[in-house]
């Protein structure tokens, strides 16, 4: 297994601190490298760095063509959401992998079943179901990992606390 050196790491943490800061700023969700890039490598089976640079310039790119943009622009939220439930299914199954070495009680099943369905229920309701929600409250609603983790707090932390 391939480890990161120190300055390596922090320097993913720095430009992945930058990256949020600049999605904070134009009222998105922070992407989630770690998570991307290893539902990503599985679902490919590529884990060379010039690919994804490659990937990423290209969809640069695209993005500033105004034709390429208003096309993906145009392409219902759903089906973003299809795609990427692949790598999250990717992402799912290393989970339960992990999972898989710890003895989960039926408080831990449970937490980790309604997460998850929140998380992924959310991702298929149409966005009329948002229309009444403030704007603020929407970006987070909308997307179905933040939910899922949200949710995953709530359960763990505050409703089922461990006595």
């Not at 320097?11 to 990503?40: K, Q």
Request: charged fraction near 10%; charge should be neutral; hydrophobic fraction near 55%.
């Amino acid at each position: 297994m391939h480890h990161l050196a120190p300055n390596s790491f922090n320097r993913g943490a720095a430009f992945t601190g930058i990256a949020d800061v600049l999605a904070g700023i134009g009222s998105i969700i922070g992407f989630i490298p770690y998570a991307s890039a290893v539902g990503y490598t599985a679902m490919t089976g590529v884990a060379a760095r010039k690919p994804f640079y490659l990937g990423a310039a290209l969809l640069t790119v695209l993005g500033v063509l105004p034709p390429v943009s208003a096309f993906f622009a145009a392409l219902p939220p759903t089906v973003g959401y299809s795609v990427m439930f692949v790598v999250y299914t990717m992402i799912l199954g290393l989970g339960i992998k992990e999972f898989a070495k710890t003895p989960l009680a039926n408080r831990d099943l449970f937490i980790i079943d309604i997460s998850l369905l929140i998380g992924i229920g959310v991702m298929f309701l149409p966005q009329q179901v948002f229309d009444d929600v403030p704007a603020a409250f929407r970006y987070l609603l909308l997307n179905g990992l933040v939910d899922g983790v949200m949710v995953c707090i709530l359960l763990e932390q505050v409703l089922l606390k461990k006595g």
